[in-house]
């Protein structure tokens, strides 16, 4: 494959890369999409392409919906273990972040909320709130009429929702004083205030200090501050768990404001925090070794603020 050729599909690589992550939650298998794609662009008979761009975002596409509708995916995401992979912010996977459409659809909370999607109405919603194809473009890409688009939209707009009335964007300053207060009454114990900082129809998804078989989803103010306050409660069996006493910083992971555990550089845990109107509307804990590799590895290269607790 001559250079041309290959500087082409360089230039597309980092959309194809965060199209695949926003519709697998996994980078590992995201990257894995995008190299198949390259393989077939280099097989490609390259001379009767109209629009590269567009051809290699409908090969992506289709592979990651070949990969969402395998037997042993629909297996695993239904045993219902499965969530997103993290990112660090600027990890290039996150990919577009000028609208709050974009920022929103890689958030943990949307990204687990489109688990409910068909691959198609998964596939319709990024490329639609995304990367702002149309429905004549994303018709296209999938093999589908523009009215069959249309709806596909409609259905994943109303079941992802909920998610997005659940309070407005707010800045990343106002975010971390309330993950700040949160944090400090967690490990205090504070209960109560604990309840005062969470929304009444606060969800928690959390994969059990990366020991449950199955996601734990609490709701209910009362419930999940009884839940927080027991996992952040420091014990000697705790710190032999996670190999040490963790350091706790706040971070932005995949958009949001998030607490990471962090021991000798090495990122153990993370709660991402989902803001609205001024109190905390969903929390997402992951501690699987298997799920925090890259984000892990991203904060290692990164220059950290001070912990707001270095001593647990």
Known sequence: MDSAAVDRFEASRGRLASLAYRLLGSAADAEDAVQETFLRWQAADRARVGVPEAWLTKVATNLCLDQLRSAQVRHERAAGAWMPEPLLEGDPMLGP????????????????????????????YVLREAFSYGHAEIAGILGITESASQQHLHRARARVGAERRRGAETDPASARR?????????????TERLVALLTDDVTAVSDGAGLARHLLRLRRPERVASFVRAGFRPTPAKRRLAGGSPAFHIARVNGCPAVLAVIDGRVVGMVAFGIGDGRVASLHGIAATERLGRLSDAWGRHEPDAPVIDAW
Request: charged content about 25%.
């Open 178 to 190: 309330v993950v700040e207060e949160f944090l400090t009454a967690a490990v205090s114990g504070r």
């Open 97 to 124: 972040a000028d609208t709050f459409e974009q920022r929103e659809s890689v958030s943990l909370a949307v990204l687990t909320l489109m688990e409910r999607l068909s691959p198609f109405e998964r596939a319709v």
